[in-house]
């Protein structure tokens, strides 16, 4: 049984929206932290945004004022909203559970998405 299944990823132009969403089990929905991570063709993975338990979301500097993480709490899933894409956020997205947070990165990652692909064109 997966944990986390990732979709809503595609491809958009410069300036678009999209939404992901991560559809999670009972037992990854309630990890400490859930998030999102991307990584980048030829580049390492970082962490995107997090939403923990009673300490709110965190975002990475690339990610401010454009990307929301939410919750819907009845459906066990996870979004991120992604406003004004640019070229530089093409990348694979995973959605990620894990028990602790750093800033935009969810840390002691027990469960990891399949991975969605966002590309984003000029």
């Known amino acids: 049984q997966e944990q986390l299944v990732e979709s809503g990823g595609g491809s958009v132009q410069a300036g678009g929206s999209l939404r992901l969403s991560c559809a999670a089990s009972?037992?990854?929905?309630?990890?400490?932290?859930m998030g999102w991570f991307r990584q980048p063709p030829g580049k390492e993975r970082e962490g995107v945004a997090t939403?923990?338990?009673?300490?709110?979301?965190r975002y990475a500097d690339s990610a401010k004022g454009r990307f929301t993480i939410s919750k819907d709490h009845a459906k066990n899933t996870l979004y991120l909203q992604m406003n004004s894409l640019k070229p530089e956020d093409t990348a694979m997205y995973y959605c990620a559970a894990g028990r602790g947070r750093s800033g935009a990165a969810c840390t002691g990652v027990a469960y990891w998405g399949q991975g969605t692909q966002v590309t984003v064109s000029s």
């Open positions: 939403i923990a338990d009673y300490s709110g979301t």
């Open positions: 009972v037992d990854s929905y309630r990890s400490y932290c």
